[in-house]
């Protein structure tokens, strides 16, 4: 049996230790490296790997074309699955970010990022990370890179009325709704139970039906004041009838200073409804909104 040395390699172990690259030895190559990375964390391999042996073979494992990004993030979702499993139940916590990348001469397989006069370069990135009730991370569930490519600069009602007649597959939605499904389909291997938690920008007809379908919960940000099924003629939406209710309780909760925000203490209103609330207009797809 291998010899765990100390917590990193236990954690490399861990990590991708079951890892499926089609040789052990770039399994075990994997286990060293993840091992030195978190013995001495760097942006670079010359940073991580001060031994020329040991070096070059770093190099090696990252070109070669036997070790797949999806084989080592089905590995990293799989690990943290397990971990999830042990309790009753694990936050998933949704959310998108940018690597930014040098890219002058606009050669490389990177799209671009934010706004297009800015001419910033480098890929978009989607990640699903497993924390238990109390908040401590247990590992990345689920991974969705790409490159924006062939963007154009449209304003809010143009974009709106393009995006209405492109199919989910050619939107950026796409990616969130891969992450969701890989990190549900992680949960259900192991037997765990997640408590999905996206942002505003997770308001989306698509994502929430995506959310619906599994048989996870999920919480979402608000970002539109949707209509709301009930009896009677007369229309009724989410934040109308939140309102009607009342609040159920209050909580302080302290705000860090920011470089436009003041620190301050906020009051916090936590108030809840059950009903069902529609997920596209016109039609009759629900979710329920508890």
Not at 1 to 29: I, N, P, V
Not at 88 to 112: E, I, N, P, Y
Not at 214 to 230: K, M, N, Q, Y
């Amino acid at each position: 049996m291998r010899e765990l040395k100390c917590e990193e390699d236990t954690w490399a172990w861990e990590q991708f230790g079951h890892a499926a690259l089609g040789d052990s030895r770039r399994t075990a190559r994997v286990v060293r490296m993840a091992a030195r990375a978190a013995q001495s964390p760097g942006g670079k391999i010359s940073q991580v790997f001060e031994g020329a042996s040991e070096r070059q073979g770093a190099y090696d494992l990252l070109e070669t074309h036997h070790v797949s990004v999806a084989a080592l993030s089905s590995t990293l979702g799989a690990a943290a699955a397990e971990r999830a499993a042990h309790d009753t139940f694990a936050f998933a916590a949704v959310d998108g970010s940018s690597l930014t990348l040098a890219d002058r001469t606009q050669s490389k397989d990177f799209g671009s990022l934010g706004a297009l006069i800015h001419h910033v370069r480098g890929l978009k990135v989607i990640r699903t990370l497993a924390c238990s009730p109390e908040g401590v991370p247990l590992g990345l569930l689920s991974q969705a890179w790409w490159a924006r490519t062939n963007a154009k600069s449209l304003g809010t009602k143009e974009r709106r009325r393009r995006n209405k007649k492109r199919k989910v597959e050619d939107k950026e939605t796409w990616h969130w709704l891969e992450a969701i499904d890989d990190a549900a389909a992680q949960a259900d291997q192991a037997g765990a139970r997640l408590w999905f938690l996206l942002d505003r920008e997770a308001d989306n007809r698509d994502i929430l039906l995506k959310l619906a379908e599994t048989t996870h919960r999920f919480t979402v940000r608000g970002s539109w004041d949707r209509l709301i099924e009930a009896t009677g003629k007369d229309k009724r939406y989410l934040r109308q009838w939140l309102a009607r209710e009342g609040p159920g309780g209050h909580y302080g909760l302290e705000i860090c200073a920011g470089p436009k925000r003041t620190a301050r203490h906020a009051l916090m209103s936590v108030g809840d409804v059950s009903c069902f609330a529609s997920a596209i207009a016109g039609e009759k797809r629900s979710v329920d909104s508890r």
